[in-house]
């Protein structure tokens, strides 16, 4: 058990090195500026509350059920995906009453589309991301349960 909890805790100090990383290379700064929903946000501290809540319990000898926890890892690709069709609805909404002759309202909607992309791609990013880290984390804690049972 101790050496699992030592797996986990390196795993998840990893991934904290990781969110600093993003922070040191302005990736949160990015998401401030194109993500207007802030959903890559609550996916990213969904995911690490959820991986606290994991390390402390494996680290305290505590049983865990993962069904729930395997709940959460769909429920950040369904956030991801939520923030996707928000992204699109903002793009498309407005398309249908611009005037194409009007150079200035082209050049609002070019900007209009690229917020909204914007929003689309990060969310969608952060989604698969936290899924996948939180997956990994979630297999190495299912093997060791699956040793112990053998």
Request: with cysteine; net charge neutral; hydrophobic share 55%.
């Amino acid at each position: 058990m101790k050496a699992l909890s030592l797996k986990l805790w390196l795993y998840l100090w990893c991934n904290v090195f990781l969110l600093v990383l993003c922070h040191y290379f302005g990736i949160f700064d990015l998401l401030l500026r194109y993500d207007f929903t802030f959903i890559s946000f609550g996916i990213i501290g969904i995911m690490m509350l959820d991986m606290i809540y994991l390390t402390i319990s494996v680290w305290k000898g505590q049983t865990i059920d993962l069904e729930n926890h395997w709940a959460v890892k769909d429920l950040l690709l369904a956030m991801g995906l939520t923030g996707t069709l928000i992204g699109l609805i903002y793009v498309f909404t407005p398309l249908g009453g611009v005037d194409t002759s009007d150079l200035a309202a082209m050049k609002g909607l070019v900007v209009h589309v690229a917020v909204g992309v914007g929003t689309k791609l990060w969310t969608s990013l952060a989604g698969i991301i936290c899924s996948n880290i939180l997956m990994i984390f979630l297999l190495m804690i299912q093997s060791y349960q699956q040793e112990l049972r053998n």
